[in-house]
């Protein structure tokens, strides 16, 4: 079975600054997704960043970029520049590819951006 | 393009009771995907279909079932509510059965009092 473990439940950062969320995962597959959800107060799940397990380029998103380490299982989310906006609880997500689109998360780390 | 919409927002049922979740997915997507919050659990998958058809289940007793129509919108139904089905249910939409990429809604909160 898959598991993805987010061992920070909580982060607060000031504007501007550089942020890293951490996520570590186990699994038995070789073909699988990555993702980072983030869900605002009240507000819906959206799609942040993924990334394909097959590639070894880290994948970037403007300000959002990944720290991907396949051997040792790890997949960290860095926010560069962090804005206000930014405030939300972040969902590290695992898909098996081809194995329908079950997501399996992890419990979330909360982010709190201040002035 | 409308995204996903889920109806209705909020519900208040009683222990016992059933209830049915609706969900509409975006326009051409043929995927659909449920998935309970709790502050407790986390996210959890429920179940998903394509087609008309269950795909994929997770670990939820059979109290908890859905169905999709041929339009692709989805239902879920909860039989037998208890206090622990209080939750956010969200429901989120992909093109195909293949597709990495979802698209969530705003959810249900569902109170069980």
Known sequence: AQTVTQSQPEMSVQEAETVTLSCTYDTSESNYYLFWYKQPPSRQMILVI???AYKQQNATENRFSVNFQKAAKSFSLKIS?????????????FMVNQAGTALIFGKGTTLSVSS | KAGVTQTPRYLIKTRGQQVTLSCSPISGHRSVSWYQQTPGQGLQFLFEYFSETQRNKGNFPGRFSGRQFSNSRSEMNVSTLE???????????????HSYEQYFGPGTRLTVT
């Open chain 2, 83 to 97: 206090l622990g089905d209080s939750a956010l249910y969200l429901c989120a939409s992909s093109l195909d059965s």
């Open chain 1, 50 to 52: 993924r990334q394909e």
């Open chain 1, 81 to 93: 520049d962090s804005q206000l906006g930014d405030t939300a609880m972040y969902f590290c997500a």
